[in-house]
């Protein structure tokens, strides 16, 4: 990709295809009343290269798309194993793995409805986002409550 890592922009992603959609998409609080162009993103997990990925995203900074919104990792997730940074990574039970499923489901619904993003989830991050403080705008702490990504969605 030729986009600078830190500037997400639509050559920072993988793009399938975008098509307009009528599917109402959240715009500024209010349901869009017209097409909405859907980005739809290809799956690129490869849950093979979990422990690469595990090096390249656990506990670094990254960027979320479609927002300049940098992002801490502390652990990701697929149908089978969990990561986290204290902790070696864990397969995770059957009834894990089906709630796993329902929230990927949720997520992918999420996306869609809000962003106008279809993608298919079979990676999801959880990450605590960035703030600037009010002492000091040019430092930043970390939102407490966790947000979940899914790996399509962040830049490195």
Known sequence: MNAPNDIPCLQSIHIESAVPLHIHVDVFGSRSQKASLV?????????????????????????????KREVLVIAFSDMEYEYTLDKPPRKLSHKESELWNSKAETLQKKWKDTKAVKCTVSCIFTVRVARKTQKNQNQKEWIAKPEFVPFQLLTA
């Open 39 to 67: 980005l739809e993103l290809p799956d690129l997990y490869d849950a093979r290269k979990r422990e690469d990925i595990s090096k390249k995203y656990l506990g670094h900074v990254c960027t979320m798309w479609p927002y």
